[in-house]
């Protein structure tokens, strides 16, 4: 709750994530037993870009200990987009495999578009493909984008229904702005997506009582942008230099030291909304497993 200094309370993604897996490690545990086999995530990573390389040795290490198969699949940077194709192909054949990412991004020979519509939507639990980007805007079954389900399942958490909020999503990605508000118009808010052109973007965000920040822009939006009591949702990680030279610290896309003294609920940064991502990955994986072997999964189970 919110203390006596007015702070906001902070939203613990990392503690949630925790929680998250766990689940997903159940469901993992009866899901062999029912299959005779692991569910499995493949993971492809195209080049040596070093970020990309610590995120996916963090996917494998989480699939395993959910219980999962983890398969990695690691090319060099000058491998021909056609031999990317012919991998993600003999994935897609793969019963073993139930969830296939191809980390991004691709180098620049590549066409990632391309890389994705390649994968079986099926098994596409990064939830990129045209297919399952249709099925999120028209209310079908498929896979969501792992950051913005994380985002909402935070959300529900911290506030419960969201039907009638008013929510203004700062961003326009393919990978969260854009599916972030489909998921929130179908919780019924009210939803604004806003942008770098959008006309007094201070007095929109301020109508608001969700924030979401995803733009990319470190410590942009300011305490005095936000409505009184507003939950926070800060998907931004922007590297700026720290106080100590040579030294950089990690900071969100909202200016958490002034956005605390409004906000009723922020996530921080780090550990708000980032935990999040590989868990949702881990909970599309398992869900994947469950269809793509017909066994049935009760809707919102995890």
Request: glycine share 10%; hydrophobic share 45%; aromatic share 2%.
């Amino acid at each position: 709750m919110t203390d006596t200094t007015n702070r906001a309370e902070i939203i613990d993604g990392k503690a949630f994530a925790e929680q998250l897996r766990t689940r997903v490690a159940g469901f993992a545990e009866s899901f062999e037993k029912a299959a005779g086999r692991k569910a499995g995530l493949a993971v492809v990573l195209v080049g040596e870009d070093p970020a990309s390389q610590v995120y996916v040795r963090s996917k494998g290490k989480q699939t395993v200990a959910c219980g999962m198969a983890s398969f990695e699949h690691r090319l060099p940077a000058e491998t021909p987009e056609a031999e990317l194709l012919a991998l993600v192909e003999q994935l897609n054949n793969d019963p073993a495999v139930d969830g296939i990412l191809v980390q991004l991004p691709l180098p620049a020979h590549m066409d990632e578009a391309k890389v994705i519509a390649t994968i079986n939507p099926d098994k596409d639990v990064d939830g990129f493909h045209v297919i399952n980007v249709g099925r999120l805007g028209t209310g079908l079954p498929g896979f969501v984008p792992c950051t913005p389900l994380g985002c909402v399942m935070l959300l529900k958490d911290r506030l419960g229904s969201l039907s009638g909020l008013d929510t203004v999503v700062i961003g326009r990605s393919n990978i969260v702005g854009k599916p972030m508000a489909q998921l929130l118009l179908q919780e019924s808010c009210t939803v604004t997506i806003a942008h770098s052109r959008t006309k007094d973007l201070p007095g929109v965000v301020r109508r608001a009582d969700i924030v979401v920040a995803a733009v990319g822009r470190p410590e942009m939006v300011k305490g005095d942008w936000l409505k009184p009591g507003a939950t926070v949702i800060d998907v931004g990680i922007n590297r700026i230099p720290a106080a100590e030279e040579g030294k950089t610290r990690l900071v969100g896309d909202v200016d958490f030291a002034s956005a605390a003294e409004v906000a009723g609920a922020i996530t921080p940064v780090p550990g708000g909304v980032g935990p999040m991502t590989i868990a949702v990955l881990l909970r599309n994986t398992i869900v994947a497993a469950h269809r793509n072997a017909g066994i049935v999964l009760a809707e919102g189970a995890i």
